[in-house]
């Protein structure tokens, strides 16, 4: 059962709009997915509170205290983390996450504020598991730009992989609105933002 936990103790670097989105393509696929929520703003719970019954179901996991593995039945689960995750809870969750996406702005001061957490991750996972089970994404990106240039250089520098890119674009807004994903309306209506996650659907399948 894969866990999948999305993790950057820094702020606003849109960390809910890709755990929605990532359990909204594992419903897509008809997989019965569960969407944790670690973050105290519970934003992730309110996002499964506006979603419309018609939506593909996404059951919802009240993570408190420490983590164990969700009920029978389940065979994928998003974790969606606060910012500022001490580290007691961020280790609990690393320790059950099969991988860790770690959402990142191209911005040089989420660059520095994210280095550290990185470094340590790195450091404490061993080269050969970090590199198995960390990946980041760029989020408001597009992959031509400069900065996307530079998004890639910084990473490679630590040794961890850009798993794939997120637009800048209305439509994870709009989308988010009403409780819906990327992945539960028509594919030809979000065929440019669609495209954009083949890499990392292809990263997170891996084993």
Request: no cysteine; net charge positive; charged share 25%.
């Amino acid at each position: 059962m894969p866990v999948i936990a999305v993790v950057n103790p820094k702020g606003g670097v849109g960390k809910t709009t890709l755990a929605t989105n990532i359990a909204g393509y594992y419903a897509a696929g008809r997989a019965p997915v569960m969407l944790g929520d670690i973050d105290r703003q519970a934003s992730a719970r309110a996002w499964l509170d506006l979603r419309p019954e018609a939506a593909a179901p996404i059951r919802t996991w009240d993570v408190r205290g420490s983590l164990a593995r969700p009920p029978q039945g389940v065979t994928h689960v998003v974790l969606d983390t606060p910012a500022q995750i001490d580290k007691k809870k961020l280790a609990d969750v690393v320790r059950i996450a099969d991988k860790v996406v770690v959402p990142l702005q191209p911005s040089m001061f989420d660059i520095l504020a994210t280095r550290e957490f990185l470094v340590d991750l790195k450091r404490d996972l061993g080269p050969k598991r970090f590199a198995d089970k960390v990946a980041v994404v760029g989020m408001r990106l597009d992959p031509r730009t400069h900065a996307a240039q530079e998004l890639g250089r910084f990473v490679t520098e630590l040794g961890v992989p850009v798993a794939g890119y997120v637009r800048d674009t209305q439509n994870y807004v709009q989308l988010a609105a009403h409780g819906l994903s990327l992945f539960d309306v028509p594919e030809q209506r979000m065929a440019a933002d669609r495209a954009t996650w083949a890499s990392l659907v292809g990263w997170l399948n891996t084993h």
